[in-house]
């Protein structure tokens, strides 16, 4: 499947990011645990160069928990500070905020040495579109007592969130754009929602799906209809429509109506918890 897309406002929201990326110590970056290499956007090494980062592993609740493990391990050894995460849940924002203490303690430490008191870190999320940035700043707008307002020098209307003694976030992500290097990344992104759905043809994504599940573990539809290893996928898929009642007159499936309840019973995590990418598979 080839899929090709470029959302026509991220040349403006590209030029606002760097504006932002100035004004800020640490950047946060938001990548979807279910498929840590292809939600990320690598020209971000290069954007925010020279800046403290994080990584946040977001939808973590969604992707297979002994591959979370996996990925916090590869990130650790990289010497990368990572985090697993559902941003949805505010009980996170705590977790995060020491993480994020753990990344500045030691430019903290550099500015104290050099006289500078007190001079909070200001961070700022970034990520590619759905990843979570909105969720992930409103669990912690939620739990800040208050927005700490304009500050002098800073772009008019850029407003702070406090995330605890030492940091500030700004209220608005950043926003990188999906990188398509080869065809797995544009179909590992359909696959989990993150392009639009109006320029991905469902039923072809949905068998996609039944390859790729397959592969990762054999059967993984079998509690809910029935069909062997030796089934194509798209028998796979007319049985799942069958199982889910997507038939037409005279008893056939309608594999566009089955494609669709597949594509959303995946997405909502009822089929299962999957990751897509292994550490070992491709590295960052
Ligand atoms: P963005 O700013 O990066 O574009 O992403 P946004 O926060 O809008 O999140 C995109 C969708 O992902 C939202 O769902 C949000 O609820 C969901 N989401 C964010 N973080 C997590 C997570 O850690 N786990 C899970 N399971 N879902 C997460 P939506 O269906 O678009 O909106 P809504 O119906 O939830 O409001």
């Known amino acids: 499947m080839k899929i090709q897309w470029y959302p026509g406002h991220m040349t403006k929201a590209r030029r ?37 980062r994080l990584v946040i592993l ?12 996996r990925w916090e391990a590869y ?23 020491k993480k994020i203490e753990e990344v ?59 995330l605890n003694e030492q940091a500030d976030l700004l209220d608005t992500p950043g926003m990188l754009w999906p990188k398509f290097e080869d065809e797995t990344v544009g179909e590992h992104l359909a696959l989990i929602g993150s392009i639009n759905d109006e320029i991905v043809d469902q039923t072809e994504l949905a068998l996609v799906l039944i390859r790729s599940l397959e592969e990762i573990k054999s059967g993984f539809l079998s509690e809910r209809c029935e069909y062997t290893a030796e089934n194509t996928t798209i028998e796979i898929l007319e049985a799942y429509g069958r199982s889910r009642g997507c038939l037409v007159r005279g008893g056939n499936v309608d594999p566009d109506r089955a494609a669709i309840l ?18 070992e598979d491709k590295k960052f």
């Not at 977001?58 to 493990?69: R, T, Y």
């Not at 961070?123 to 940035?133: D, F, H, L, R």
């Not at 007592?145 to 850029?158: D, H, I, L, Q």
């Open 16 to 52: 606002e990011m760097q504006q932002n990326m100035k004004l800020v110590d640490l950047v946060i970056e938001i990548i979807d645990a279910r498929i840590p290499v292809s939600s990320r956007n690598p020209d971000i090494d290069e954007l925010a160069n020279g800046k403290l």
């Open 58 to 69: 977001n939808k973590a609740d969604l992707a297979d928990p002994a591959s979370n493990e």
């Open 75 to 97: 990130f650790k050894e990289k010497g990368i500070a990572s985090v697993l995460t559902d941003a949805r849940n505010t009980a996170n924002v705590r977790k995060i905020s």
């Open 104 to 162: 500045s303690r030691e430019k903290v430490e550099r500015d104290r040495k050099k006289g500078i008191q007190n001079r909070r870190i200001r961070a700022m999320v970034v990520g590619i579109p759905n990843v979570g940035k909105s969720t992930l700043i409103n669990s912690f707008a939620g739990k800040s007592s208050a927005k700490t307002g304009n500050k002098p020098g800073v772009t008019k209307g850029t407003q702070w969130i406090r």
């Open 262 to 279: 597949l594509m959303t019973d995946y997405r909502s995590g009822k089929l299962g918890r999957y990751t897509l990418e292994q550490p």
